[in-house]
């Protein structure tokens, strides 16, 4: 009989953690596993997933919404434990601090092996006095755990740490094998969602300093509205510099193996991340980049400086337009490392990251 997988997290809205649920999700369902996406609520822009892949709401039901918010948590663990009485999957793989801590605990004193993964960096967001009880009295029961980067890993207690794998996100196969352009424009590109901590404003006040040097280069921002302020900041700041010539914010968009395939460069610009499925992706594209080297260590778990990027120091906007520039003023520079990144796709590619999931899964269900 098919192994049953469940995979549990907070909805399937357009995110990094999300992504790669549905994209192992996909895979396993296609190699003949029963996988089950259990998640809180449903959100309105939301990744796709095979149809043979069961989606269940294991959420507060609508008269829970004005008990108590100790009341609504106990709830939201004990249907997450229901439904694992209910489907007796053969493994339990919660995405996220707050879906791992309900797994952890709904899954105690069951024979279900949990595997929890890390998706953030983990100083900052795993260090509240909630994350303080909860790690030393729910992680002895983590049956195993992937990391995205070795920061991230060595956040926690050598248990943890010891009895974990690091396995990148898979890059879509969109992003895959798309031909080099035969000449580049004249435009440098980011993508990614509008919100605070890719610190995007650096990114503007650094374009215009460049556009001073190469004025006949523009700037185009694509993501979409995290809506926490940060597009408000960023069109004010387009205006401030009388940019809107040159810097524009393109939205959300489902085709950019296409629109960054030819750009001069990619801009990566955060404080922080868990592993950058966009900085992956333009990698795979072949673009030359250039990247802070933000913590956990993600940029630099996927690139190295000078060979297929230039890694700068983060919030450093001097060293972003110095790095801007450079590859600007050196193509040769520039298509050497894009060529280089393009290898990321050897080792991230959906069929390999799939099988590294698949071989530890399989380790943990038989242990």
Request: proline residues 5%; charged residues 30%.
């Amino acid at each position: 009989m098919a192994r049953k997988i469940v995979f549990h997290l907070n909805c399937l809205e357009q995110g990094g953690a999300e992504r790669v649920v549905t994209n192992l999700a996909n895979q396993f369902v296609k190699e003949g596993y029963q996988v089950i996406i259990a998640t809180e609520w449903y959100g309105e822009n939301e990744f796709q997933i095979d149809e043979r892949v069961r989606r269940v709401h294991v959420g507060l039901k609508a008269d829970d919404e004005k008990k108590h918010r100790l009341v609504r948590f106990l709830l939201r663990v004990k249907y997450l434990r229901d439904f694992l009485k209910n489907e007796k999957p053969d493994i339990l793989i919660p995405f996220a601090r707050k879906a791992l801590y309900r797994g952890l605990m709904a899954a105690y004193f069951m024979k279900i092996p949990v595997l929890i993964s890390i998706r953030t960096d983990p100083a900052g967001h795993y260090e509240e006095r909630s994350d303080k009880i909860q790690i030393p009295l729910l992680f002895p029961r983590v049956d195993g755990c992937v990391f995205q980067t070795e920061g991230a890993r060595d956040f926690f207690a050598p248990r943890l740490q010891s009895n974990s794998r690091i396995i990148l996100n898979p890059i879509h196969e969109k992003y895959i094998g798309v031909p080099m352009p035969e000449t580049r424009t004249k435009t440098v590109v980011q993508s990614g969602r509008l919100v605070d901590f890719k610190n995007q404003p650096m990114l503007i006040r650094a374009f215009v300093k460049v556009h001073e040097k190469h004025p006949d280069y523009d700037l185009k921002i694509y993501g979409g509205d995290s809506f926490d302020g940060t597009r408000e900041i960023l069109e004010g700041l387009i205006e401030e510099f009388q940019a809107q010539e040159y810097i524009r914010l393109m939205g959300a968009s489902d085709t950019l193996e296409k629109d960054l395939a030819d750009a001069a460069l990619f801009a990566f610009t955060s404080d922080w991340e868990g592993l950058p499925n966009a900085l992956m992706e333009a990698m795979a594209l072949g673009l030359p980049i250039v990247a802070t080297d933000c913590p956990c260590g993600g940029p630099r778990t996927i690139m190295t400086n000078e060979v297929d990027g230039l890694l700068i120091p983060i919030k450093d906007e001097q060293a972003l337009v110095d790095g801007i520039n450079r590859l600007i003023e050196t193509p040769e520079l520039a298509e050497r490392l894009g060529a280089e990144a393009r290898k990321i796709a050897d080792k991230a590619n959906g069929d390999a990251v799939y099988k590294q999931w698949r071989d530890y899964i399989e380790e943990l269900i038989n242990n």
